[in-house]
């Protein structure tokens, strides 16, 4: 209805359940926290405050290191006016639309609201029997609820950038980049035979595409000039692309068993050898080696 894929009458949301001790038991093993206590490493006397920041600052890192930059996020914290009646406290994640500041995800301290409901309308226990404090509880919930597709337009709106980038001519064109996260991009590596009216080039570009796709996402293509294509990985957002030529083959020996590597982001191109292509794609996308 509204802002492309913002607003939708069906869409798909993600939501985590995270059962924490009602601050009291909490309390009784180690004494209440200081207010202002650092919540990066969990302590068995959290109560729901630190448990609540903690997921905070967790879903915060998490939109991080998928390509959303901290300055594209903003908090809103929830007022009196806007929390729901069972609700201790609510975050709202915020991304910075084009078509304004909206809500990404929102992160709800519950209490023990739903167990409690689940209890009086099922007249089954939600009892839970803690070993190490040696009683019985109901335990309260840490809900980070998340709109996917909203995600994905954040990182769509986020990627999309508009570049002078030379033709084949030299001539500047615009052209339409798409700078995904490696994490998020749906394409890792693009592989490319110069040309692919010389069989010896086709064949082995096809070598070195058979030896990347046990790794990652890899799109092959021998269609047009290799400028084109280059626009092509650009739009979809693939953030490497390799090219196959003449010198690979041999044609200039010091350049032989090479490849031309391209960076999206910076359209720079560089000679890899074939025997570290792997590696070097594999540290370029933040992948293990």
């Known amino acids: 209805p509204r802002n492309y894929t913002f607003r939708s009458r069906e869409f798909e949301q993600m939501e985590l359940e995270f059962f924490i001790k009602p601050d009291e ?42 390509g959303l930059p901290a300055d594209s996020l903003e908090l809103h914290w929830q007022t009196d006016e806007e929390l729901a009646h069972y609700a201790r406290a609510t975050v709202d994640i915020m991304f910075k639309f084009p078509f304004g500041v909206q809500e990404l995800e929102g992160i709800a ?17 939600m009892d839970y029997f803690d070993e190490e404090a040696k009683q019985r509880y109901i335990p309260h919930v840490i809900e980070p609820s998340a709109g996917v597709d909203r995600m994905i337009l954040a990182l769509i709106c986020n990627a999309y950038h508009e570049a002078m980038i030379p033709n084949a001519k030299g001539v500047p064109e615009k052209r339409v980049v798409m700078q995904f996260h490696p994490k998020v991009a749906p394409i890792k590596v693009g ?7 010389k069989p010896e080039l086709v064949a082995k570009a096809r070598e070195v595409y058979d030896m990347l796709k046990p790794h990652f996402a890899c799109f092959y293509d021998e269609a047009g000039a290799i400028g ?20 690979t083959l041999g044609e200039n020996a010091e350049h032989a068993d090479t490849v031309t590597l391209r960076e999206r982001d910076t359209t720079h191109q560089s000679r890899v050898s074939l025997s570290d292509l792997l590696g070097r794609l594999k540290s370029g996308l933040s992948l293990p080696l």
């Open 25 to 66: 038991v909490a309390h009784a093993e180690g004494g209440a926290p200081a207010e202002d206590a650092p919540v990066d490493s969990p302590a068995p006397n959290w109560g729901w405050k630190q448990w609540h920041q903690y997921w905070v600052e967790q879903r915060l890192s998490w939109y991080e290191s998928i």
């Open 109 to 125: 301290a519950r209490s023990n609201y739903d167990l409690t409901q689940h209890q009086e309308h099922s007249g089954k226990s």
């Open 191 to 197: 592989v490319f035979p110069l040309l692919k009216n």
């Open 228 to 247: 084109k294509r280059y626009a092509r990985q650009d739009e979809i957002g693939t953030p490497y692309c390799v090219t196959i030529d003449f010198d």
